[in-house]
Structure formats: C-alpha cells, structure tokens
C-alpha cells in the first residue's frame, strides 16, 4: 500500500464575539454569589456571548481565516472543511456548507460532526485519516465551534452561568516529516449515557413543538447527573492507551489540552499519572466554557503565547454528552 505521509497542523485561529460578560453580571441577574463558587471550583472568571443576529458559522469565519493565514496557504487550497459542533446554524443542511460559502472556498467537500464536546479531537483525528489515506486531500480545515448560549435556560443559574461561544480552527496539512506529526489516536463511547445531557427537542425524537417549548426542551438541560468520577476514570485510562502506543512515559508529556469544564476534574487527571498541573493549558478562566471549540482555541491561545515549540509531546483529550470522548498524541509541528 502506497504511503502517503502523515497528517500534522500547520495553523490555528480562535474566536470570540464581541459580547464580553464577566461572573458579576450573574451576581446581579441571580442575587447571589456566583462568581466565588465559578472562580474557585470551575476556574471560569468571564465569558462571550454572540449577538442575536449571529450564528455559529459567524464565529467560526474569522477563526479559520486566522488559521488560513498561519499556516500561509491560500483558501483555494483546502479540499475539505469539518465542523465540530453541536450548536449547527441549522438542522440541515450542515454549518459546513454555510462556511464554505462566507469564506468563499470553492470545490472543498464539506461535512459536519457532532460528538458534542468531543467534537474537535474527533474532527482532527477525521482529517488525519482522510490525508493518510487518500492523495486528494493535502489541506483540510477543522473546526470546532460553540454557540451554546442560545440553548440556555436562564431560570436555572448554574448551566446559565458556565457555558459560552467561540471558534478554534485548525490547518491540517500533508506531512513527510514523520516525526513531528499526529502519531496516534483512540476514540471511546458509552451510550447509555445519551438522554443526560442534551438538547432533545428539534429531531426526529421530538419536533419543536409549542409543548416542547413550553417544557423547555429545546434548552440545554442536564436530565440527569453523569458520574463526576468519569473523565477521572477516561482520561489516564485513554491516555496511557496512546502512551503504550507510542512508547512513551506521563512525564514526558509537554502540554494537555482538555475539555475546559472543571478545573477540579483536571487536576485530578493530571494528579493520577503525577504531572504537574501546569502542563494543562487552561482557557476558562478568559472563555467560559466553550464545548467543542476549547480545545482548539486553547491550542490558538497556547501558540499565541508562544508555549508551544517544535517537537513538543502534546496530548488532546475531550469529553462530550453521549458519552463520547477522543484522544490524540501529537508531535507539534513549528515553534510558535
């Protein structure tokens, strides 16, 4: 079988909209101390919420423009673009197929995953793949998305409080350089875990009706309490399934990028193979909790302040309602 080189990223962007509203702004709305308990056991300070007239292929536009001009190729050289979200602009068609058209790349296959917060490790792992096997494809742009803030039920403060919007997007590009590159990967689910955590009016399982509505099911809602135990359990088990792959010890790991809902949650993780916490870079605390676009915008934020270098051993892992969860392990590519 021919070989046709690995897959590795060559550019990122994230962003946010304009909207910024800190943890006080909840103190008023609510009456009560919400910024104590959001700082201390979350570690989220502030958070963007989009415009009325905005949707999530509204925010993702200039963060893959951002990307695009990273990585220095030009927009007529991507052949696919996946989005990750699971906040589309519409149920069909997919935001994928709104993006293409704002950014104007012509003749670019397009599709949208959603293994909610999952969703970008999932999305990257994709287009590595699709690069690995398949000549066509030399540059695909994956992103990964969020616009939760127009599910949320306001009469219940702590979902309110915690979620918010963005974009991270991501060039991932052809490779020869075999070293520095996406190494390997595992994905994991538990579906009994499906009617938890969602958003379960507006399918086929239930139309948006005006009971529906009446019934906020069309909301963000929490059904049920998933185990605060299980990404403690997940992510040292799918992280030492990738390090037994590639032969390699906790500690020489560089940077984690993780889901960013708990900060107690990942100091936990970090604590259970002994590495340091600040080997997680953390987002938060400036972004809130941005589901599915995190942990690109957390790499966005991680090159922006130059914390990444050439070589780096960097670990992805997310978590999503389902239970969905992806890991990768990868060699960053360019010092930034």
């Known amino acids: 079988m021919q070989q046709l080189g690995k897959a590795t990223i060559t550019g990122v962007g994230h962003y946010v909209p304009e909207k910024l509203v800190t943890n006080e702004y909840f103190n008023e709305l609510y009456q009560k101390d919400i910024d104590t308990f959001l700082k201390e056991k979350r570690n989220i300070h502030q958070r963007y919420f989009m415009a009325d007239d905005q949707a999530t292929s509204d925010l993702i536009v200039p963060a893959a423009e951002a990307a695009l001009k990273q990585a220095n190729i030009d927009k007529r050289d991507i052949q696919l673009i996946i989005v990750a979200t699971d906040t589309p602009d519409y149920v069909s068609p997919s935001t994928a197929s709104v993006v293409q058209h704002k950014l104007g790349i012509q003749n670019a296959g397009i ?47 702590k979902i309110a409080s915690m979620f918010a919007d963005g974009a991270g997007a991501a060039i991932v590009s052809r490779t020869e350089d075999t ?8 994905t994991y689910g538990d579906g009994q875990y499906h009617d938890y955590m969602g958003i379960y009016a507006g399918g086929t399982y239930k139309k948006m009706s005006h009971d529906a509505i009446e019934n906020k099911e069309h909301l963000l809602s929490f059904a ?33 990028f993780l889901t960013q809902l708990n900060i107690g949650t990942i100091n936990t993780f970090l604590d259970s193979l002994n590495i340091p916490h600040h080997k997680s870079h953390n987002v938060m605390n400036k972004f809130g909790y941005t589901g599915s676009a995190c942990i690109p915008m957390a790499i966005s934020d991680a090159v ?18 389902g239970m969905s969860m992806s890991a990768l392990a990868m060699r960053w590519s360019y010092n930034s």
């Open 111 to 157: 599709f949208d995953i959603n293994t909610a917060c999952s969703g970008f490790v999932t999305a990257l792992d994709t287009a590595s793949k699709y690069i690995q096997a398949d000549s066509q494809y030399e540059n695909i742009l994956v992103v990964g998305a969020y616009g939760m803030s127009k599910f949320l039920d306001w009469d219940d403060y």
């Open 179 to 186: 070293d520095n590159c996406i190494l390997t990967s595992t």
């Open 224 to 256: 049920k309490r998933i185990p605060v135990e299980t990404n403690a359990i997940q992510w040292p088990r799918l992280t030492n399934v990738l390090l037994d792959r590639i032969k390699k010890k906790p500690e020489e790991i560089d940077t984690f």
């Open 304 to 321: 922006e302040n130059k914390k990444l270098k050439k070589g780096d051993l960097v670990f992805l892992l997310g978590s999503g309602g």
